[in-house]
C-alpha cells in the first residue's frame, strides 16, 4: 500500500489540484442556477402583470375588490367630503400627501394587503381596518394606527377611459 | 483485441440508423431557416392561411414579439385580441368534425411530432395532387381531410417554386413553434462544452500525475 | 477551526474513521481499468436524476386533462424548464447506457463469481428498480407513445393465472390506462429512486465486504492494492468529465433523439399509433416477448430473460477464476452474447412481421441456449485450457491447495 500519499496533505496540493478543484466547483454552482431560477416565477405568470377594471356602476363612497396579480386591489369612488379630509390630513405613521397617492382625486386605488403581514383589511364606515393585528388605514390607503409600518401601496395603473384603467 | 470493438461498433450504428430509413415516403429534405424575415413571412402564412382549421394553442401572440417579430406587425396579425391570447383555431371542433370528419391537429408540435420534421411539414405542402381517380390526394400522407391550402395541385412550374418559397417559410416558422428554446439551448451548449473539454483536459492531467506517484 | 468542529463529531460519531475506511484508504487493486468507472457513474446520474426529476415535479401536474400542457408549460414557460426536461430525458437513457455497460464489465470479467454472488443480487434488484421506475416516468408526458406503451404492457399482467383480469384493473385502477393509473405512476415514480437509493447503499455495504474484483480475475494479494483515494477518486472525476461531454452534446444538440415522435402528440384512447416501440433499452425484452406466439409464454420468457442473469455464479462451473482473460471461449461467448442482444434490439423495434418475426425467434433461443450451455462449456473449457496449459499466472493458484478462489480481494497470493 503506497503510504500516506493523500491530497490531504497540504504541501502536496499543487497548483494544478487546486486550479481543477477551483474549476470544477465553478461549474458545479454554476449548474445550480439553472434549479434555483426554475422556482422564479415562469414568464406565464410574469406576464400576467396587467389587469383592466371597469369604474362604472361604483357609486360615490363605493369600494371595489378587483384580483390583480392574485392580489386585491380596493377601488374607492370618494365623495367630496373624504376628498377634502384626506387632502386636509397628512396621514399617520408614513406621512403622504393625498395627491401623491391618486390620479384623479375621486379615484383611489390601492392594494388591498395589510403592509403589516398581508392579511386583507376589511372595510368600515371610513378607512379600512385590517383584522389581523389592529391596523388602522384611512380612506387615502395611509396607515393611521398600527403595527403596519406604511400605507397601502399604490400599483402601477393607468386610465385607458373615463371609466376604464388597467392596473400594472 | 480491436476488431470485436470494430465490430460491435459497426452492429450498434446500423441498429440505431434502421429506424431513420424506415419510412417508406420520400421527404424532400430541407434546412430549416433561422433567418428572422423568414420566420415573419412563415408566420404571416401560417397565422392567415392555417388558423383557419388549425390552432398554435402553445404559442400565444406575446411570444411572436419574443421571436422578433416588430410590434405592429404582431398587432396586425392579432387583430385586436389580447397580447396573451394563445393563437386558437378559429374553426370550432364540432364544426370541425362535421365538415372534415377529423377534428384538424394542433400544430404547436407539428414539426417535431411526425417522422423527418419541418422536412415531413415541408414535403407535405407541396405534396398535393389530383390522384388517378381525380380525386385530391397528398402524396406524403394519403387519405388526408385537408385541402390543397396552397393551391399546389395546380401551380405551373413559376408558381410552384414561389410556392416553395412560402412552404420553407411556414416550415421554418412551425419548427420555431415546436422548439422556441432552440437558439437559446444550442448556445448554451457551446459554453457548456467548452467548459466541461477544458475541465476534462485538467482532471485527466490530475489523474496522471496522482498516477505517476506509484512505482 | 473546521478541524475542532471534525474532532467534536468524531467523539460521537464515526464521521472520520469512516470517510477513511470507506473512502479514502479504502483497499482497491490497482490494476482496476476505466470499465471500473461505471458504477460511480451510475451513482452520478441517479443523483443528477433525482435532482432534475424534484424540480420537474413542481410544475408536473399528474391529471390526464393537465399532463401534456404542463410538460409544454415547462418546456416553454419555467425558467429553464427546456433545460430541466431534456437533462432528465436524457438522463434516462444515459442510465442505461451506464448501467448496461457496467452490467456488461461484471459479466466479461467474472465479477459475479464466488464471493460476490450477493453483489450481483443486489446489483440485479437495482436493475428491476431501475426498469419499473423508468416504465412509470414514461407514462408521465402523457403522448401517445406513453399511453399506449403502458396500456400494451400492463395488459400483460393479464397473463397472470386465475386472476390475471383482476390484476390488470387492479395494477391500472381502471378498465384502461386512465387518470388513475397516471397519479398512483407519478406517485411511485417520486418514491422509486428513493428505494433505488436504499438499494445502492446495500449494494455498496456488499461490495465493500468482498471488495472490487479485478480484470485479472484473480484475488491479488494485499500490496497490489492502493487506497482509493486520491487514485479512482481521480480517475473516478476524469471519467465522470469524458461522460459529462457525451451527455452534454445530446442535452443541447441532440435532445429529442430519446423523444419518440409520437409523444408529441397528447395521448388518444381511440387511437393507436401505427407503430408502438418501447424506449430503446427495453427492445431487447420485448423482442424477447413477442418472440413467442402463446401471450403468457411470452410473459414469461420475457420475465426469466431479465431473470436468469441471477443464476450466473452458479452457471459457469469452470474453476479458471475471473471472466474473459483467461478463457477464450468464455470470452467468445460473451461476445456472441452482446450481439445477440444486440440484434434482438434492433428485432425489437421492427413491426412483428416479415423476416424480423424468425430473426427474432432465432435470436431468442440463441439468447437462452446461452445460459443452458454455459455449465457445459465452462467445464469442457477448463478441461482444455489445463490440457494445453496454463499460463504462469494461473499454474501457481492451482499449486495452492484450493484453487478455488474463497478468498476476498487482498488475500490472494503472493
Not at chain 3, 144 to 149: A, L
Request: net charge positive; hydrophobic share 45%.
Amino acid at each position: 500500500m503506497a503510504d500516506g500519499d493523500t491530497l490531504n496533505d497540504p504541501e502536496r496540493r499543487d497548483f494544478l489540484t487546486k486550479a481543477t478543484t477551483a474549476v470544477g466547483v465553478a461549474g458545479a454552482a454554476a449548474a445550480c442556477w439553472p434549479f434555483v431560477s426554475s422556482m422564479n416565477p415562469s414568464v406565464d405568470v410574469l406576464t400576467k402583470a396587467t389587469t383592466e377594471a371597469d369604474l362604472s356602476g361604483i357609486a360615490a363612497g363605493e369600494v371595489r375588490t378587483v384580483s390583480w396579480q392574485g392580489k386585491p386591489v380596493f377601488i374607492m369612488r370618494r365623495t367630496e367630503q373624504q376628498i377634502a379630509a384626506m387632502q386636509a390630513s397628512k396621514g399617520g405613521f408614513d406621512p403622504e400627501d393625498d395627491q401623491k397617492r391618486v390620479q384623479q382625486p375621486q379615484w383611489l386605488v390601492v392594494v388591498g394587503l395589510c403592509t403589516h403581514l398581508g392579511c386583507v383589511p376589511t372595510r368600515g364606515d371610513s378607512g379600512w381596518l385590517c383584522p389581523c393585528h389592529g391596523s388602522v388605514y384611512d380612506d387615502s390607503g395611509r396607515v393611521t394606527r398600527g403595527p403596519a409600518p406604511k400605507n397601502l401601496e399604490v400599483p402601477p395603473y393607468q386610465f385607458v377611459a373615463a371609466d376604464k384603467i388597467v392596473i400594472g | 483485441m480491436k476488431a470485436p470493438w470494430k465490430a460491435m461498433g459497426l452492429l450498434l450504428l446500423s441498429v440505431v440508423t434502421i429506424p431513420a430509413w424506415a419510412t417508406e415516403i420520400r421527404l424532400e429534405k430541407i434546412r430549416v431557416s433561422a433567418d428572422l424575415s423568414a420566420l415573419e413571412r412563415g408566420a404571416e402564412t401560417v397565422v392567415t392561411m392555417c388558423l383557419g382549421c388549425h390552432g398554435l394553442k402553445y404559442m400565444k401572440y406575446r411570444d411572436l414579439g419574443k421571436l422578433g417579430i416588430a410590434q405592429d406587425k404582431v398587432d396586425a396579425l392579432r387583430a385586436g385580441q389580447a397580447l396573451d391570447a394563445p393563437l386558437l383555431s378559429q374553426m370550432p371542433a364540432d364544426v370541425a368534425l362535421q365538415s372534415f370528419g377529423i377534428v384538424p391537429p394542433d400544430l404547436s408540435l407539428i414539426a417535431k411530432a411526425r417522422a423527418g420534421g419541418a422536412s415531413y411539414v415541408y414535403s407535405f405542402l407541396l405534396g398535393f395532387h389530383v390522384n388517378a381517380q381525380g380525386i385530391p390526394d397528398n402524396r406524403v400522407f394519403p387519405g388526408t381531410k385537408m385541402p390543397d391550402i396552397l393551391g399546389v395541385s395546380s401551380a405551373d412550374d413559376a408558381q410552384r417554386a414561389e410556392l416553395q418559397g412560402r412552404a420553407l417559410d411556414a416550415a421554418s416558422f412551425l419548427a420555431w413553434v415546436a422548439d422556441p428554446r432552440a437558439e437559446e439551448r444550442r448556445n448554451m451548449g457551446k459554453y457548456v462544452i467548452a467548459y466541461l473539454v477544458v475541465l476534462t483536459v485538467l482532471l485527466y492531467l490530475v489523474k496522471r500525475r496522482v498516477w505517476a506517484r506509484l512505482k | 477551526m473546521l478541524n475542532k468542529t471534525i474532532a467534536w463529531i468524531d467523539q460521537r460519531f464515526p464521521l472520520t474513521s469512516f470517510v477513511k475506511h470507506e473512502l479514502t484508504e479504502y483497499p482497491t487493486p490497482r490494476n482496476l481499468s476505466y470499465w471500473w468507472n461505471f458504477g460511480f457513474l451510475a451513482g452520478f446520474v441517479l443523483v443528477l436524476q433525482i435532482a432534475t426529476g424534484i424540480f420537474l415535479a413542481m410544475h408536473y401536474k399528474a391529471d390526464i386533462n393537465l399532463a401534456f400542457d404542463s410538460i409544454q408549460h415547462i418546456m416553454r414557460e419555467v425558467n429553464y424548464g427546456w433545460l430541466l426536461r431534456y437533462l432528465h430525458s436524457t438522463g434516462a437513457s444515459a442510465f442505461f447506457v451506464v448501467i448496461y455497460v457496467h452490467m456488461a464489465r461484471t459479466l466479461y470479467y467474472g465479477s459475479y463469481r464466488a464471493p460476490r454472488e450477493l453483489l450481483w443480487w443486489t446489483g440485479q434488484m437495482l436493475l428491476l428498480l431501475l426498469m419499473a421506475s423508468a416504465f412509470m416516468g414514461y407514462l408521465l408526458p402523457w403522448g401517445q407513445m406513453s399511453y399506449w406503451g403502458a396500456q400494451v404492457i400492463t395488459n400483460l399482467f393479464r397473463a397472470t393465472p386465475f386472476i390475471g383480469d383482476q390484476v390488470v384493473i387492479w395494477l391500472r385502477g381502471d378498465f384502461a390506462v386512465g387518470d388513475a393509473t397516471l397519479t398512483r405512476f407519478f406517485a411511485l415514480h417520486y418514491l422509486f429512486p428513493f428505494l433505488i437509493l436504499g438499494a445502492v447503499v446495500i449494494h455498496l455495504v456488499a461490495l465493500h465486504t468482498v471488495k472490487s474484483s479485478n480484470p485479472s480475475g484473480i484475488n491479488l494479494a494485499a500490496k497490489d492494492n492502493i487506497p482509493f483515494h486520491p487514485y479512482f477518486t481521480a480517475k473516478d472525476f476524469f471519467g465522470l468529465g469524458v461522460y459529462l461531454i457525451v451527455f452534454c452534446v445530446f442535452v443541447f444538440f441532440l435532445p429529442d433523439t430519446f423523444i419518440e415522435p409520437a409523444n408529441n402528440i397528447p395521448a388518444n384512447p381511440m387511437q393507436t399509433p401505427p407503430h408502438i416501440v418501447p424506449e430503446w433499452y427495453f427492445l431487447p425484452f420485448y423482442a424477447i416477448l413477442r418472440a413467442i406466439p402463446d401471450m403468457f409464454g411470452g410473459v414469461v420468457a420475457m420475465a426469466l430473460s431479465i431473470l436468469i442473469f441471477a443464476v450466473m455464479p452458479f452457471i459457469d462451473r469452470s474453476n479458471i477464476p475471473g471472466g474473459a482473460r483467461y478463457r477464450p471461449v468464455y470470452r467468445i461467448m460473451f461476445y456472441a452474447f452482446i450481439a445477440d442482444v444486440l440484434v434482438l434490439g434492433y428485432v425489437g423495434a421492427q413491426p412483428p412481421t416479415g423476416f424480423a418475426v424468425p430473426l427474432g425467434q432465432v435470436a431468442t433461443f440463441i439468447y437462452f441456449a446461452m445460459f443452458l450451455l454455459l455449465p457445459f462449456i465452462s467445464k469442457k473449457e477448463e478441461q482444455w485450457l489445463r490440457a494445453r496449459g496454463l499460463p504462469p499466472a494461473l499454474q501457481e493458484l492451482f499449486e495452492q491447495r484450493s484453487p478455488r478462489q474463497k478468498w476476498n480481494n487482498g488475500e490472494g497470493g503472493k
